[in-house]
Nanobody, 115 residues
Framework: QVQLVESGGGLVQPGGSLRFSCTSV????????LAWYRQVPGKQRELAAL???????MYADSVMGRFTISRDNGKKAIYLPMNNLKPEDTAVYYC?????????WGQGTQVTVSA
């Protein structure tokens, strides 16, 4: 079973910053696309940011310029620094590892942006 363990998140004021990390034990980590999704209660999970094995990245319009996804294949980790956070960024965030046969998910971590 592939495990993805998230850390980071929490409560922050508007305009503040947080940083997520997610680590894996998967041997072929470097071969796979990695992503961060987020979900608000009652809504579908949505893609926030994605990075593929060649380190090309893609962002949702709503986070462009504020979030930066990166990966460290040696540490089998992905990162998501989030700056200038807004109340609408409040959600549960999940890291995602995409293999040809399945997606694997982190446990989910709450981010709350509130004054």
């Amino acid at each position: 079973q592939v495990q993805l363990v998230e850390s980071g998140g929490g409560l922050v004021q508007p305009g503040g910053s947080l940083r997520f990390s997610c680590t894996s034990v998967l041997t072929a980590f470097r071969l796979y696309t990695l992503a961060w999704y987020r979900q608000v209660p009652g809504k579908q999970r949505e893609l926030a940011a994605l990075i593929n094995k060649t380190e090309s990245t893609m962002y949702a319009d709503s986070v462009m310029g504020r979030f930066t996804i990166s990966r460290d294949n040696g540490k089998k980790a992905i990162y998501l620094p989030m700056n200038n956070l807004k109340p609408e960024d409040t959600a549960v965030y999940y890291c995602d590892l995409q293999t040809p046969w399945s997606d694997f998910w982190g446990q989910g971590t709450q981010v709350t942006v509130s004054a």
